[in-house]
């Protein structure tokens, strides 16, 4: 997840003010795994595009609502994309449209700076900003269409990167060798939490990708865990596994069912502040009979994956997400969901201007605003 997720408030002018205090509220590093009970899950399959598979799983206890993909690159044109640097920060509908794609889901983390995180790669070309980080490793796509994992330092020289095509950063590693990666997760600090989450993995012979989405921050989905996201792809065929930026930034787009599949959390600022709308609200359908749920907010992310499939060979009644949960903890309950609302402010590069500026005016702004007041008070 990335700072920022306030709609109406700056999310710089909100980590300045509230980023020490919450900074010594930070857990210790766990050092093992904190075992998380789920009960049976419910799955269904459908097959959106050749090459195509797609998982809508569900749990009751507790409720967690889970998407993925299986993508077999082996199927005639089939192939995952990244975003170029010229298309950067629009939401996964932007780019999945803007590319005829049969689906996607956001891309990598980026920091302060509104910069990527580590290797970042679309189009066939490294992002000028993009440059290593040691605490970040990378998804890519290679010139030949095989999938790689690369953790923080490897995959990283010259000769590697001139053959990278596309490439979105992540962190931890999750899957190593078809194993989860106990190791790398035992060390980081927010494993054990239950979090939206958006991952990627790839078969040994890196031409199969899982992509996984899991909501959570909601009535009808608490999140996973790093643990749990990591065995789902390896009970997927994941032989090696990287998790990208999650919260408020995790969504899952399918061109054939209907779009948006997944239901967008707020992020950390809005809801600690009680910011914006709810995640969820009722609203009435055309004939009055029914209610439905809006999926949250979909949000500008930094960059993206796209799924590139060919159109399937009958035809697919286009439809949306059939089923969620609606409130609370209760069982699952069958109810039509309306697509996520976009986000009502849209900055696109403008961003990486506005949070610089943001970032060294409110310090000055809230320190204007003590003189005046002390002003004020000795007159």
Do not use: C
């Not at 195509?52 to 749990?59: D, G």
């Not at 991952?199 to 992509?211: E, H």
């Not at 608490?222 to 999650?246: C, K, M």
């Amino acid at each position: 997840m990335q700072l920022g997720d306030s709609v109406k408030t700056s999310p710089i002018v909100v980590w300045l003010v509230f980023a020490p205090a919450i900074a010594l509220a930070q857990p210790e590093p766990p050092s093992a795994e904190i075992p998380r009970a789920l009960g049976e899950p419910q799955d269904t399959w459908t097959d959106p595009n050749p090459g195509v598979r797609h998982l809508s799983r569900r749990y009751a206890s507790p409720p967690i609502r889970v998407h993925a993909l299986v993508v077999d690159t082996r199927v005639e044109g089939v192939r995952v994309v990244a975003t170029p640097e010229a298309e950067r920060w629009g939401t996964v509908t932007d780019f999945a449209t803007s590319r005829g794609a049969a689906a996607a889901i956001n891309g990598g983390f980026w920091g302060l700076w509104q910069s990527p995180h580590g290797i970042t790669a679309g189009g066939g070309a490294l992002w000028d900003r993009s440059t290593p980080d040691p605490d970040f490793g990378h998804f890519g796509v290679l010139e030949g269409g095989r999938g790689v994992v690369h953790a923080p330092g490897e995959g990283e020289d010259p000769s590697s990167l001139a053959r990278l095509h596309d490439a979105v950063a992540g962190r931890p590693v999750l899957v190593t060798g078809g194993e989860v990666d106990t190791a790398r997760l035992d060390g980081f600090e927010t494993a054990n939490l239950r979090q939206p989450r958006t991952a990627i993995g790839v078969s040994r012979d890196g031409r199969t990708f899982v992509l996984a989405v899991v909501d959570g921050r909601q009535g009808h989905s608490v999140g996973f865990t790093l643990y749990q996201l990591a065995r789902l792809l390896v009970e997927l065929g994941a032989h090696r596994a990287i998790n990208l930026d999650g919260g408020g930034s995790s969504a899952m787009y399918i061109a054939n069912e209907g779009g948006v599949v997944t239901s967008p959390a707020r992020g950390r600022w809005v809801r600690a502040l009680g910011l914006g709308e709810a995640e969820t609200r009722r609203v009435r359908t055309q004939d009055g009979a029914r209610d439905v749920y809006v999926r949250g907010v979909e949000r500008e992310v930094m960059n993206h994956l796209a799924v590139i499939a060919p159109a399937p060979e009958r035809d697919v009644a286009v439809r949306g997400v059939d089923s969620a949960l609606a409130d609370g903890l209760g069982p699952i309950r069958s109810e039509p969901l309306a697509a996520p609302r976009s986000s009502p402010i849209r900055l696109g590069r403008l961003r990486e201007l506005v949070a610089p500026a943001l970032t060294f005016g409110a310090p000055a702004i809230l320190l204007l605003g003590v003189v005046v007041l002390r002003r004020r008070r000795a007159s």
